[in-house]
């Protein structure tokens, strides 16, 4: 059954929160959670003639549907396409930095923040340093490898597998959890 | 469902909530989807009305055929006898026959506008193989009530003849009906029932047309066809841009020209010059910079594009341009840009995002354009082109 600006209204009252969260989780980052909870929305209004369900729970799925979309989207564009907030004329919600906070403590990112420190001091110390230069200080892998004294090749090497065991080490503890 | 969210630690997702919510009561409204369904009709004389599909003409047949009366509905029916063709008249900017537009009254007394042209006392329309054909009584563009407006964009079968044609039915108590287009004002001529027409090179968007109605107690109302947040029309009527922030990973805002009509909007025939999107470098700033503002200036030229790669650009066939564009690190925190060195002084506001962006003459040197951003705390900052920008990060990630 189609859905109209009430309809639309009321899954923005009950969901947008948790669809922040649910892109601020995937994200780590507020201002794009929010953009694409935005955009979610929009083209959620641009697409509810052709919603056919019925009921809630129906219309939760669709949801979700479209925001796994519009992440997927952010993954392959590397930025929030806005074509369906532009459509409507909109602009994403502009939120204070306290706000911001709050996403970020609703999403948890804090929390996974520190796993990962916590995963990457339990990496070996060459793992670690190679993850340090290639991808918090973003260094090419020639420079990586000429500050640590390698070959490139080996430089490469510790990258991957030290991206891989933190990989393993997270999935392990978000079974746990 | 979950429970409904009042959003008292989010005030900024209840603010979008209202918006959202009006937004959609307007994409609603019955003039509303009139107009959407004008501005989709695109390339071929076809018709949509305020309710539903109407009828499709193929430009292709020698004749246009008018529509089944069976399967047309009452309210884009039209009623024997109740063509008129209102008087205004607008040169086509292709060269071809003048436009006009066609009104009649449907079977359940709505107003039907079609858009035509004129040739020797006849309503037609030239077709892309460069034919004209009468187009029969009985093909409405689109039906409706009180206030219509439209935008009818015209394909053509050469880059840069796109045009598209604006027009309304604004009612007889309608005192002056003004037209801005290209930044340019002007008074347009009505005929029967506050009727007009004009027809502009390009899309809507180029020009950033609006309308401005002025009734007859002096109120104006203005309405955007063209012009919306973040378009930034070109200096001579090329294609216009659109100027986006996007966050490049979690650590710089970046602004970024596109064309403002994507490649999915287009037609083969008359895409912008060169095909494809175009676009142009980006001018980043880091989150955690120094600087609240970030801007930078370069000549583009025809034919240019970047290294291949993440941020990879290309300006395809565009007109060269001096091109200024820049980036504030927090939205909001800056309310003006002014820009010398190019002549007169030239005032911008940023959009929501913190985006600015100016398009110059090529024979303006961009080493030469200063810049005075005025902040929300009312201080004045002062810089040129470079200013807080992060260098490319395809320079900086290469090679991978």
Not at chain 2, 266 to 283: C, D, I, N, Q
Request: charged share 25%; aromatic share 6%.
């Amino acid at each position: 059954m189609p859905l109209n600006a009430d309809d639309i209204s009321d899954l923005y009252a009950c969901h947008a929160r948790r669809l922040v969260a649910f892109f601020a989780r995937r994200t780590y980052d507020a201002e794009v959670a929010v953009e694409l909870m935005a955009e979610t929305f929009a083209a959620a209004v641009a697409d509810r003639r052709s919603f056919r369900g019925d009921g809630d729970e129906a219309a939760t799925a669709w949801l979700y549907a479209i925001a796994r979309h519009r992440y997927g989207d952010w993954l392959r564009h590397a930025h929030v396409r806005r074509k369906a907030l532009s459509r409507l004329g909109l602009e994403p919600p502009q939120l204070s930095d306290a706000e911001l906070e709050r996403i970020d403590e609703l999403a948890g990112t804090a929390e996974l923040r520190a796993q990962v420190a916590d995963e990457l001091d339990a990496l070996s110390p060459e793992h670690r340093a190679a993850l340090q230069l290639r991808v918090v200080e973003e260094c090419s892998y020639e420079d990586v490898a000429s500050r640590l004294g390698i070959s490139e090749q080996t430089a490469r090497a510790r990258v991957s597998r030290g991206l891989r065991a933190l990989a393993v080490a997270m999935a392990g503890g978000e079974r746990c959890a | 469902m979950p429970e409904r969210d009042d959003f008292s630690d989010l005030p900024g997702l209840a603010r979008f909530g209202e918006e959202l919510r009006e937004a959609t009561r307007r994409a609603d409204a019955p003039g509303r989807r009139w107009r959407h369904g004008i501005a989709l009709s695109l390339v071929v004389a076809l018709g949509t009305g305020a309710t539903a599909t109407a009828t499709v003409v193929a430009l292709r047949n020698s004749v246009i055929r008018a529509p089944d009366r069976s399967v047309v509905p009452a309210d884009q029916a039209s009623v024997e006898g109740s063509t008129i063709v209102a008087a205004p008249r607008s040169v086509d900017p292709a060269g071809g026959p003048p436009w006009a537009l066609r009104l009649t009254h449907s079977e359940t007394g709505q107003t039907c506008t079609t858009v035509g042209q004129m040739r020797g006392g006849v309503f037609g329309i030239v077709g892309q193989d460069r034919v004209f054909r009468q187009i029969p009584a009985a093909v409405v563009d689109a039906c409706g009530s009180g206030l219509l407006l439209g935008s009818r964009i015209v394909s053509a079968p050469t880059p840069g003849a796109t045009r598209s044609i604006v027009y309304g039915v604004a009612g007889a108590s309608t005192k002056r009906v003004a037209l801005v287009a290209g930044g340019i004002t002007r008074t347009v001529r009505l005929g029967e029932r506050g009727t007009f027409v004009v027809a502009l090179r390009g899309y809507p968007e180029d020009s950033a047309a609006r309308v401005e109605l002025t009734a007859a107690n002096g109120r104006v109302t203005r309405h955007d066809l063209g012009a919306r947040p973040g378009l930034v029309p070109d200096i001579d009527g090329a294609p216009a841009w659109r100027l986006d922030r996007y966050v490049l990973g979690t650590r710089q805002y970046c602004a970024h020209l596109a064309d403002a009509r994507g490649p999915s909007d287009r037609f083969k025939a008359s895409t912008s010059a060169g095909g494809g999107r175009a676009s142009v470098p980006t001018a980043c700033i880091a989150r955690r910079a120094n600087f609240d503002w970030a801007a930078r200036a370069l000549r583009l030229r025809p034919g240019q594009t970047g290294r291949r790669g993440f941020d990879r650009w290309d300006y395809k066939r565009r007109p060269p341009r001096t091109l200024l564009l820049g980036v504030a690190r927090a939205a909001g925190t800056i309310t003006r840009v002014t820009v010398t060195g190019a002549g007169a002084p030239r005032v911008l506001t940023p959009g929501v995002n913190g985006t600015f962006a100016l398009l110059l003459p090529a024979s303006v040197d961009p080493n030469d354009l200063r810049l005075a951003v005025r902040l929300k705390d009312g201080t004045t900052q002062h810089g040129r082109p470079g200013h807080g920008i992060t260098p490319d990060l395809v320079v900086s990630r290469r090679p991978r």
